[in-house]
Nanobody, 127 residues
Framework: QVQLVESGGGLVQPGGSLRLSCAAS????????IAWFRQVPGKEREGVSC????????YYADSVKGRFTISRDNAKNTVYLQMNSLKPEDTAVYYC????????????????????WGQGTQVTVTS
């Protein structure tokens, strides 16, 4: 069965960095895309970044471009989200999710298109 396990969240000061990890199993890695989403209470889940494992293309929300970097380790079936220059407004629960890449408009990073989800990891940016 498909499993996604996030890790790496925590408490960080503004301007600091964190790296989130999403360890995946149970599906054909090269056929799927993996994305990061975030959500704060009372707001809709927001797409942050996506990587297409079939071709390596990456996509970012405007709010994180230039600060966040998504990458993958194919040998470990793990996707990372390196978050730099963190701001208080980046505070959220971060989720990774996956979808068969051909079925989604990956550049739009829309949560309703993703099939499997991890349990989430809290990121808090505060001084």
């Amino acid at each position: 069965q498909v499993q996604l396990v996030e890790s790496g969240g925590g408490l960080v000061q503004p301007g600091g960095s964190l790296r989130l990890s999403c360890a995946a199993s149970g599906f054909t890695w090269d056929d799927y895309a993996i994305a990061w989403f975030r959500q704060v209470p009372g707001k809709e889940r927001e797409g942050v970044s996506c990587i297409n494992n079939s071709d390596g293309r990456t996509y970012y929300a405007d709010s994180v471009k230039g600060r966040f970097t998504i990458s993958r380790d194919n040998a470990k079936n793990t996707v990372y989200l390196q978050m730099n220059s963190l701001k208080p407004e980046d505070t959220a629960v971060y989720y990774c999710a996956t979808v068969y890449a051909a079925l989604a408009a990956l550049a739009l990073i829309r949560p309703n298109e993703y099939t499997y989800w991890g349990q989430g990891t809290q990121v808090t940016v505060t001084s």
